[in-house]
């Protein structure tokens, strides 16, 4: 069955860098395109970022643009989220889920993990 376990969450002190690993199986990880989704109790969900199948594509929200990279390596079927610069606004359990296509599109994920949180604060 598929299973996406993300980890690397923590406590980090505002202006500090994290990196987020989300570990899939149970599908061939290298034809689908994935994401990032971050869960606040008073935001709701908010997508992070995407890249396609092949990871030549990306995509970020305009509040984690030039400070957030993803990126995946489909020999280890493992997606990443390189965060820097994290500002107390980022804390959030952070998802990562699965696109039913290769590329990116409406963002209707049909996998979740089940998250690994992170917290900025000093």
């Known amino acids: 069955q598929v299973q996406l376990v993300e980890s690397g969450g923590g406590l980090v002190q505002p202006g500090g860098s994290l990196t987020l690993s989300c570990a899939a199986s149970g599908f061939t990880f290298s034809n689908y395109a994935m994401s990032w989704v971050r869960q606040t109790p008073g935001k709701g969900l908010e997508w992070v970022s995407d890249?396609?199948?092949?990871?030549?594509?990306?995509y970020y929200a305009d509040s984690v643009k030039g400070r957030f990279t993803i990126s995946r390596d489909n020999a280890k079927n493992t997606l990443y989220l390189q965060m820097n610069s994290l500002k107390p606004e980022d804390t959030a359990v952070y998802h990562c889920?699965?696109?039913?296509?290769?590329?990116?599109?409406?963002?209707?994920?049909?996998?979740w993990g089940q998250g690994t949180q992170v917290t900025v604060s000093s």
């Open positions: 889920a699965k696109d039913p296509n290769g590329w990116v599109g409406a963002r209707e994920y049909d996998y």
């Open positions: 890249i396609n199948s092949g990871g030549g594509s990306t």
